[in-house]
């Protein structure tokens, strides 16, 4: 089976922008989550969604959203774009069950620069 | 909130000396354990979990953890480390629905 696809895999914007990144997930897989990866604060969770649904969320501001499509691919968007928001953007998908014994697979990750 | 630390932040290492990462957690509930591992260039793998049963769960490569819930610990272990195994280690933790992840161990080993 093919990976966790991210597009594109680098970006770079300027402040006050809005940026889109997409996430495919497995093949077979339902649920889709968002990760923020930076040297400061490591790996946090942004949000998970399931049958196009947020299921969790993570404290991010609501500048931070996404969504799912029927054929479970995904997308986030951060609005107004802040210098802070320079990150490796991780998509990880899973078989979406909801039990607790699911495995997440990650994506390369979008790395995003804001100047 | 959950959270996970790793003990160590950079380690290095002779190649066949012997390895072992820390990793403890906060949640005194049920977890699914995870490592992570991110080599240079490369995206997140998937090294073992930990679900239930035999506490010592084997990875790929030659690595295990032990899964230790009086100490809240699940310690990442290989005996002879290569020049291969240079990456960063991540430990995770699902619950609640998601992962946590501890900061991560940047291993290094010299040939």
């Known amino acids: 089976k093919a990976g966790v696809t991210q597009t594109p895999r680098y970006l770079i914007k300027t402040r006050g922008q809005q940026v889109t990144l997409s996430c495919s997930p497995i093949?077979?897989?339902?649920?889709v989550s968002w990760y923020q990866q930076t040297p400061g604060q490591g790996l946090q969770f942004l949000f998970e969604?399931?049958?196009?649904?947020?299921?969790n969320k993570g404290n991010f501001p609501g500048r931070f959203s996404g969504r799912q499509f029927s054929n479970s691919r995904s997308e986030m968007n951060v609005s107004t774009l802040e210098l802070g928001d320079s990150a490796l953007y991780l998509c990880?998908?899973?078989?979406?069950?909801?039990?607790?014994?699911?495995?997440?697979?990650f994506g390369p990750g979008t790395r995003l620069l804001v100047l | 909130a959950q959270s996970v630390s790793q003990h160590n932040h950079h380690v290095i290492l002779s190649e066949a000396a012997s390895l072992e990462l820390g990793c403890n957690y906060s949640?005194?509930?049920?977890?699914?354990l995870f490592w992570y591992v991110q080599y240079p260039g490369q995206h997140l793998q998937l090294l073992l979990k930990?679900?239930?049963?035999?506490?010592l769960v084997k990875g790929i490569k030659g690595f295990e953890a032990e899964f230790i819930k009086s100490k809240f610990s699940f310690n990442l272990r290989k005996p002879s480390v290569q020049w291969s195994d240079t990456a960063e280690y991540f430990c995770?933790?699902?619950?609640?629905?998601?992962?946590?992840f501890g900061r991560g161990t940047q291993l290094t080993v010299w040939p």
């Open positions: 093949s077979g897989h339902r649920s």
């Open positions: 949640y005194g509930g049920t977890v699914n």
């Open positions: 969604y399931f049958s196009e649904t947020q299921r």
């Open positions: 990880a998908s899973s078989e979406g069950q909801g039990g607790r014994q699911e495995t997440q697979y």
């Open positions: 995770a933790v699902a619950t609640l629905g998601r992962l946590y």
């Open positions: 930990y679900f239930s049963g035999d506490p």
